[in-house]
């Protein structure tokens, strides 16, 4: 399996205006996060972990042909509000896209994209399947996806396991059962939104002690506000072991 960070920003403390902070202004392009998301790659399958606002360009910088299914974490508009361009590749594809999830993220979807499920259907709309998932493990294209319940403030949120890869992003609290679901994996991604305490995500401090006690071979964190820094400058200070993600990282692992 590939996995490819199609963006590791959050719109928690992004600005919404021109900005000359340190970060915006930075020409380093790790330094440049669209929100988060990441692409597993597995033999001829393509599989997306939720579509922000950024979903279509960062289809584009991929350069992928097909997709074949869409997991979400949670339904909050930095991981969903990109869903209406999956009509591209159902466009292309000649069919649905599968997607899955949680029963309220299926309500939100619903809700949201009411036209993409009005009768009659009208020409162009997005199509998917979705399938319901909760917390135990399922399989997709001949391989074991294990999903792990984690809170934002007091929201359940899935982050998923595939094989020797973790992916957890808006968390601020996992339950030792849920923990065990992530011990020895090689290579764990969670959240960390910035220095300061905040409500519902971890912070750099948080984050690194979290994963001094699960102890992956390699961390790499994500859901980056520009509050917490300058790339370069934040890699300096974490224990070689942990990085900064950035959009365009690869990392190969085993399913």
């Not at 393509?46 to 997991?71: K, Y």
């Not at 949201?112 to 399922?138: D, Q």
């Not at 400058?233 to 690869?250: F, N, R, T, W």
């Amino acid at each position: 399996m590939k996995v490819t960070f199609l963006g590791t920003g959050t719109s928690q403390g992004v600005p919404i205006i021109a900005c000359d902070c340190l970060v915006c202004s930075s020409i380093n392009k790790c330094d440049k996060r669209l929100r988060s998301s990441i692409l597993i790659q597995t033999e001829d399958r393509n599989i997306v972990v939720d579509t922000g606002p950024d979903f279509r360009e960062q289809m584009l910088v991929s350069g992928i042909r097909h997709l074949d299914a869409i997991l979400f974490t949670h339904a909050h508009r930095d991981h969903l509000a990109g869903l209406d361009d999956i009509r591209g590749f159902n466009f292309f594809m000649k069919k649905a896209i599968d997607v899955y999830c949680e029963e309220w993220v299926e309500n939100s979807i619903r809700s949201e994209f009411h036209y993409a499920f009005t009768e009659p259907k009208y020409p162009g709309v997005p199509e998917m399947n979705i399938h319901r998932i909760g917390t135990e493990s399922f399989e997709l294209f001949g391989n074991k996806i294990q999903p792990i319940r984690v809170l934002h403030h007091k929201l359940p949120v899935l982050g998923f396991r595939f094989g020797e890869f973790v992916y957890i992003t808006d968390a601020n609290a996992i339950s030792e059962v849920e923990k065990e679901k992530i011990k020895g994996c090689k290579y764990l991604v969670l959240n960390a939104l910035r220095k300061e305490k905040h409500i519902s995500h971890f912070t750099l401090d948080e984050a690194v002690e979290l994963i001094n006690e699960l102890k992956p071979q390699e961390a790499f964190l994500t859901h980056i506000s520009h509050q917490l820094g300058l790339h370069d400058e934040v890699e300096k200070e974490l224990p070689s072991h942990i990085h900064l993600a950035y959009d365009g990282l690869q990392l190969d692992f085993k399913s």
